[in-house]
């Protein structure tokens, strides 16, 4: 990173790499995947290092994590465009859990959850993930993402809903 | 039907996003809402879940070793960053001269900058609510439905009309939030296109459309009988303008 002098390079390790968790975190549920987090949270932040004389101060883990989110957005729309117009589907949980494979895998809570949210349209998954998962208050979330509060909290209600759906379905060993 | 209540309120006082005073407001309303009560049971379950499953998953080693290679592995400063910084700085000094330029131009426009603002934000809810596949609140070309379910939430009286007639089929109605306010949104259909309408209250007198476009959306956006209409599409510019003209007689 040749970026950066050494000085920028000392504040860089203390302001932005604390937050490598909460990027790779959020690449991973964007993504669905570690092998690819792993590489485009890679990306992101030799990208943040680039960037990083143009950050002022503030809040690094919001700074950083817009800038993962838009990273995994350029890398969605490139190589799994269809992932992006995916609809919010209230039946969609139900239709995965339907199936015996699926009933089979989701053989305890955690499987549940991590399908249940990986099946939600991305631009809902990133706000539960970036609320549940990473505490952000609704003020960061809108930063990172760049939707309106009032948004933010529709998108995690129905998150929310859907989640607790899959959950309470599968509790009952199967599926209307 | 759910609580109106249940997307906003109950998620932020479930949240601690709510001031002291609307939190107190809202435990009002769940002492007789049951729907509101049920949910926040189903939220607090939910979260314990979440909690209890661990689904937070931190960097891999292999990923912080990479990012600290890269940071480590090169001399921060090289004699061949030397004409490189004068290119920078030569870039920096072309993007400040069109920042002043810039400057002055919306200067002058001050008058109209913060309509131009308010036009982008809504521009950006526009194309916000197509991502997202939030077209409509409430799917319904009844006149009657629509509006009883706008007015509710919205807080005042919305003026809701189809132009089936007139080429503009009323597809149904939903709630955004502009600048932190509560706005309508109607939304009409134009040869399978989509326009949004949004409306709020003003103070300010009636003024004549004035026209824009952003990110490919073009908008329109008037103001009469102390409300103020915004109508945004990526249609034809005729037909936004057809669409006011049709409002405004209507009214």
């Not at chain 2, 004699?79 to 330029?101: E, G, M, Y």
């Not at chain 2, 109209?112 to 596949?133: C, F, P, T």
């Amino acid at each position: 990173m040749s970026e950066l002098g050494l000085e920028d390079r000392e504040r860089f390790e203390q302001l932005v790499l604390p937050h490598v968790d909460a990027a790779f975190n959020l690449a991973r549920w964007l993504l669905r995947g570690r092998t690819d987090a792993e590489d485009v949270a890679q990306e992101a932040l030799f990208r943040a290092c680039r960037f990083f004389r143009g950050f002022h101060g503030g809040d690094a883990r919001a700074w950083l994590l817009q800038i993962v989110r838009n990273t995994c957005y350029t890398w969605l729309e490139k190589n799994r465009p269809v992932e992006l117009s995916m609809e919010f589907d209230e039946e969609l949980h139900l239709q995965t859990c339907a199936t015996p494979e699926t009933l089979a895998i989701a053989s305890d809570d955690r499987k549940r959850l991590t399908l249940a949210l990986e099946t939600l349209p991305p631009r809902f998954r990133e706000v539960l993930v970036l609320r549940e998962l990473e505490g952000c208050s609704y003020k960061e979330i809108a930063a990172i993402t760049s939707i309106p509060i009032g948004t933010v909290m529709s998108s995690l209600s129905r998150a929310r809903r859907q989640l607790y759906s899959a959950l309470a379905n599968s509790s009952q060993g199967a599926c209307p | 039907m759910r609580c109106a209540f249940a997307d906003s309120l109950l998620q932020g006082y479930f949240d601690g996003e709510l001031s002291d005073r609307r939190a107190t407001e809202f435990e009002r309303h769940l002492r007789h809402c049951v729907q509101c009560s049920t949910e926040l049971v189903d939220l607090d379950l939910l979260r314990d879940r979440l909690q209890l499953t661990q689904l937070y998953e931190p960097a891999t080693a292999s990923l912080r070793r990479k990012i600290n290679a890269r940071l480590h592995a090169i001399a921060p400063t090289t004699p061949a960053s030397q004409p490189r910084l004068w290119h920078w700085l030569a870039v920096a000094a072309a993007l400040l001269l069109v920042a002043i330029l810039l400057g002055r131009v919306g200067h002058g426009l001050r008058g109209d900058d913060y309509q131009a603002e308010l036009a982008g934000e809504i521009v950006d809810a526009h194309a916000r609510s197509l991502q997202l596949g939030l077209i409509t609140g409430i799917a319904s070309n009844d006149e009657r439905v629509v509006k009883e379910w706008l007015d509710g939430r919205a807080g005042f009286a919305v003026p809701v009309r189809d132009f089936a007639n007139g080429g503009f089929a009323l597809k149904g109605g939903r709630v955004d939030v502009i600048e932190g306010r509560a706005v309508a949104v109607l939304v009409y259909e134009r040869n399978r296109r989509p326009i949004n309408v949004f409306i709020w209250r003003t103070r300010e007198p009636d003024t004549s459309a004035r026209t824009g476009s952003r990110q490919g959306y073009q908008w329109v956006d008037w103001r009469r009988g102390k409300m103020e209409f915004c109508a945004v599409s990526d249609a034809n510019p005729v037909d936004l303008e057809q669409l006011h003209q049709l409002i405004d007689s209507s009214a």
